[in-house]
């Protein structure tokens, strides 16, 4: 029985083993600056960590099992001056090539700073890949992983949905430190990201390797920043609110500096550092988000005054009036946090990675029931709350076997909630409909006709045709609640 459970825990476990992983290396050769010979013995390190290798017969060397990012590297040989480079970029699953000049310590030269620079090819890629670091995040003029994606050729980002080759949405595969965080039911990105958190972002269209199953027309990889060697800090504050009015008093229609503001403001801050001992890492982040109007349009306002004539039955007519601007009851509020832990007990290395969200949005042009962006108009105080969570967990174990090969296994969780529902009633649905539960919340429908003993929801004004409105304190919320989960585990073979 025994041999049996063994045996069916191999077989689940053997799709996900794969001759690949997230650590990417440095290789390269040291030699003598004057004759060109091979440094047989030389050290190379990896500054800040445990990471190193001595060079071969041929004066070869190589690291791996570095997870992406920025390094510096120094090599050093006894009776030669050493030499350290900064700027070096790895990238996962990939290869960067370092070589090294030594002079003789009988070699006076001048105190020499080498920065790295970006190879314009990139060797060992086999396949389309388009490769977004956190030099270029922070360098675009844009904010949001869909939005950075879509300048990707290849790319489409339509209904913050992303297509790649004209693929379907359940056809691209999302990876986060090498685990799928892809929406199991419906296909997408599971899992909220804030791009600064993140180091590399990965765009493959094709030539992926097996372990990426169930992704026909692309896959997007992406890692999370670790700890530095030094205590970093940085905080970033965007906002359009001039006034500084809180969330509820910032908007109210009028024009500064010659346009409207949206109520936005973007609050992020970064911690990176060692934990104490060096060879532990931390990066940590926080942000915060809110916007008045999470799709701000120039819409100029509305002012039309008293429209429709009076009915004897139904009476509808209403004075039309809207004001330009960031629309009432279409908020969004976000609150991210993430962070790593790297405890490097070489040749065991742990990688703890994990981030959660909390979403509050309102849809007020776009509820379940109303039948155009612009018939709920007249009821933005009763619109549709949508409380939205998701978050991903990963461990990572790697054990360095050889200067060439190691093992890492990962075990990795991630989840989605979708919470929607009237503002009033909330979850209770089946009373959305009940004239005396919407009385008992502050709302009264009327009998339609007088005559009538049936109590109806005013859930249209016809005031022109084919226009119509939804009547304030209509239920125009739909209801849901949804869970999804993914738990991921792997084994990768590093060689």
């Known amino acids: 029985m025994n041999r049996l459970y063994t045996v069916l825990v191999f077989l689940l476990l053997l799709p996900s083993i794969a001759l690949a992983g997230t650590a990417g290396k440095i290789k390269g050769k040291v030699i003598d600056l004057s004759t060109g010979d091979p440094l047989i013995g030389a050290n190379v390190l990896v500054v800040g960590t445990s990471f190193g290798s001595a060079t071969d017969v041929n004066g070869e060397y190589v690291i791996s099992n570095l997870d992406a990012g920025v390094y510096e590297v120094r090599a ?19 290869t960067t090539e370092l070589n090294f000049e030594l002079p003789a310590e009988g070699i006076e030269v001048d105190v020499v700073v080498v920065v790295a620079q970006r190879p314009l090819v990139q060797k060992d890629l086999t396949n389309a890949t388009r490769i977004i670091d956190s030099d270029d995040i922070f360098a675009l003029p844009i904010r949001g992983i869909d939005q950075i994606l879509q300048l990707t050729p290849g790319i489409v980002v339509q209904d913050e949905t992303v297509f790649i080759r004209g693929g379907r949405q359940d056809e691209v595969g999302f990876y986060l430190e090498g685990v799928s965080i892809t929406n199991p039911l419906l296909g997408g990105r599971n899992v909220t990201i804030n791009s600064v958190a993140v180091e590399e972002i ?38 359009d609110n001039i006034t500084f009015k809180g969330k509820d008093e910032r908007y109210d229609g009028k024009e500064r500096l010659g346009t409207r503001w949206y109520g936005y403001s973007d609050f992020i801050a970064t911690l990176s550092g060692p934990l104490g001992d060096p ?62 832990i790297t405890l490097d007990f070489n040749p065991i290395i742990f990688r703890l990675v994990g981030t959660y969200t909390e979403q509050q949005t309102f849809d007020s042009f776009s509820s379940t029931r109303a039948p155009g962006n612009i018939a709920n108009i007249l009821n933005s105080a009763r ?28 075990a990795g969780y991630s989840f989605n909630n979708i919470d929607k529902y009237d503002p009033l009633l909330k979850d209770n649905f089946l009373a959305y409909g009940d004239s005396v539960a919407n009385a008992q919340v502050g709302v009264f429908w009327t009998r339609r006709p007088e005559n009538s003993t049936r ?37 990768a073979v590093l060689q």
């Not at 050093?76 to 990939?94: E, H, P």
């Not at 992704?215 to 530095?228: E, L, P």
């Not at 939205?388 to 060439?404: Q, R």
């Not at 249209?460 to 869970?483: C, H, I």
């Open 383 to 410: 619109t549709e709350v949508n409380d939205l969570s998701d978050g991903a967990f990963n461990i990572k174990g790697t054990h360095i076997l050889t200067e060439n090969t190691s093992y890492e296994i990962s």
């Open 279 to 340: 060879r532990f890492k931390l990066f940590g982040l926080f942000s915060y988000g809110f916007q008045a109007d999470k799709n701000p349009q120039p819409y100029p306002g509305i002012n039309l005054g008293p429209i429709g004539d009076p009915d004897p039955t139904t009476g509808d007519t209403v004075n039309l009036v809207y004001p330009a601007g960031a629309l009432l009851k279409n908020s969004l509020e976000t609150i991210t946090g993430t962070g790593t």
């Open 76 to 94: 050093s040989y006894i009776g030669y001056q050493a030499i350290t480079v900064s700027n070096i970029r790895v990238n996962a699953d990939l």
């Open 202 to 239: 990965q765009v493959q269209a094709g030539g992926y390797t097996a372990e990426f199953g169930g992704a026909n027309s692309g896959i997007v990889r992406q890692q999370f920043k670790s700890g530095t060697p030094e205590y970093k800090a940085r905080i970033i504050y965007i906002t």
């Open 455 to 491: 109590y109806t929801r005013e859930n249209r004004f016809n005031l022109f045709s084919p226009f119509t409105f939804n009547a304030p304190g209509d239920v125009t919320a739909g209801y849901q609640k949804a869970r999804n989960e993914n738990l991921n585990f792997n084994l």
